[in-house]
C-alpha cells in the first residue's frame, strides 16, 4: 500500500482541481468557503462580528499548523500551547525589552519553536500513541509553570502588557481591519502550506510513516527525521499564530495563553472539521469558534454553565455521526451527485525520483 502510494508521486507530480474536498487536490468547495471568508472579511462591519471573525480565522491558521503534526503525522500533541506561548512571549518581550517589532520577533519566536519541537520529537522518539500525548501534555505544563515563575522574563502571574499606542511597526492597529487583513493572509498561507504538502513527496513520506512505520522504514524513508521534521514545522507556524494573537489582544499571561484547554482546542477543531486534512481545520474552526460564542452570548447568564453542555453534545453528536469531519461528509455527499468524481484539471510539474 505504501509503495503504491510513493510510486503514485514518481514521475509527474500533479495539481489536481476536484469539485470534493479530497486529499490531494484543491477543490471547488474549499475555494469557495476560502472565498466566502475573504468577502466577509470586506464587507461585514458590526465591531463584535469582525471581533468573533478574527478569532474564527486565527484558530483555523492555528489548527492547520497543529494538524501538520497530528494529522499528517501521526504525532497527536496536546502541548502546542507551548509553542502558542513560546510565539506570543519571544515577539512581546523583544518588542517591550528591545524594541524588535513583531514583524522581526514573529520569525525568532518560530525559530525558538521550531528548535523546541524537533527537541521533544527527538527525546519522546520511542513512545508512541499515548505515552507520546501525555509526553506532550507535560511539555506544554513544563513551560507555562516555566513562564509562571519567571517574573523578571514572562511578568509572571501578571503577565506581560503591550502599550495600545496604534503604530504600524509595531503591529498595533486603531483599526480592527489591519488584524482581519493580517490574520486572514495566515490563514490562506497555512491552508496554501498544507495543501502543498500533500503534495509533495514529503507529504507522501509523512502520510506513509503515520500509517506503516515498519513499512515505511522497509523503503527507505527515515520516520524520525519525518516526523521531527514535521513537528519543526508545525511548531513554528503554530508559534507565528501565536505572535499574532498576543499583538490582537496586547496582554498575555501563562494561565490562558500556555493552557492546556488551548491545546485541546487545536485537536477538536481538526477532529470535527476533517483529521489529515487541508479543508478539515478550516471547517472546524468555522463551526466550533462561532458556535462557542453564539452559545456563550446566548445562555451564559440564564443557567450557569449550560451553553457549555449544549456545545459539548454539538461537539460529541458530530464526532460520533462523522467520524471522518465535516470535511468527509461534503465528500461522501458530493460524490453522491457526482459518483465519477467531478473533473480534474491536472497541471504538470517538476519531476522527480520518489526514492528516498
Not at 507522501?204 to 527525521?225: C, K, M, Q, V
Request: charge should be positive; include cysteine.
Amino acid at each position: 500500500m505504501i509503495a503504491g502510494r510513493l510510486s503514485a508521486v514518481s514521475g509527474v507530480q500533479a495539481i489536481s482541481l476536484s469539485i470534493a474536498p479530497r486529499r490531494g487536490a484543491v477543490s471547488l468547495v474549499e475555494i469557495a468557503v476560502l472565498a466566502s471568508c475573504i468577502i466577509a472579511a470586506a464587507v461585514v462591519s458590526n465591531r463584535y462580528a469582525v471581533d468573533i471573525m478574527i478569532r474564527t480565522f486565527l484558530w483555523a491558521g492555528l489548527a492547520l499548523a497543529w494538524n501538520i503534526a497530528g494529522g499528517y503525522a501521526g504525532l497527536i500533541s496536546f502541548g502546542h500551547a507551548a509553542f502558542f506561548g513560546i510565539g506570543a512571549y519571544t515577539s512581546t518581550i523583544l518588542l517591550l525589552n528591545f524594541g524588535v517589532p513583531p514583524w522581526f520577533g514573529m520569525f525568532a519566536g518560530a525559530l525558538i519553536a521550531a528548535c523546541a519541537g524537533a527537541l521533544l520529537t527527538r527525546v519522546c522518539a520511542r513512545l508512541r500513541g499515548p505515552l507520546f500525548i501525555l509526553s506532550t501534555l507535560a511539555a506544554g505544563e513544563v513551560v507555562r509553570i516555566a513562564a509562571l515563575n519567571w517574573r523578571s522574563l514572562t511578568g509572571g502571574p501578571e503577565g506581560l502588557e503591550i502599550p495600545p499606542v496604534p503604530n504600524v511597526v509595531d503591529m498595533v492597529f486603531k483599526s480592527q481591519w489591519p488584524y482581519v487583513a493580517i490574520i486572514v493572509a495566515y490563514m490562506l498561507a497555512m491552508f496554501a502550506l498544507s495543501a502543498w504538502i500533500e503534495q509533495t513527496r514529503y507529504g507522501y513520506y509523512l502520510f506513509a510513516t503515520r500509517d506503516n512505520e515498519d513499512g515505511a522504514s522497509a523503503i527507505g524513508i527515515n520516520p524520525s527525521h519525518t516526523r521531527t521534521a514535521a513537528m519543526a514545522l508545525s511548531a513554528a507556524t503554530t508559534a507565528i499564530g501565536g505572535t499574532l494573537f498576543a499583538q490582537y489582544f496586547l496582554y498575555l499571561d501563562p494561565t490562558h495563553v500556555i493552557s492546556p484547554d488551548i491545546s485541546f482546542q487545536f485537536a477538536l477543531i481538526c477532529a470535527v472539521g476533517g483529521l489529515g486534512t487541508a479543508s478539515g481545520p478550516v471547517f472546524g474552526a468555522l463551526i466550533i469558534v462561532p458556535l462557542s460564542e453564539l452559545l456563550r452570548g446566548l445562555l451564559s447568564q440564564s443557567t450557569s454553565g449550560l451553553h457549555l453542555v449544549i456545545y459539548g453534545i454539538i461537539v460529541i453528536v458530530v464526532i460520533l455521526y462523522f467520524p471522518s469531519g465535516v470535511s468527509g461528509a461534503i465528500g461522501r455527499t458530493v460524490s453522491r451527485f457526482f459518483p465519477a468524481g467531478g473533473f480534474a484539471a491536472r497541471v504538470q510539474t517538476e519531476k522527480y525520483d520518489a526514492q528516498a
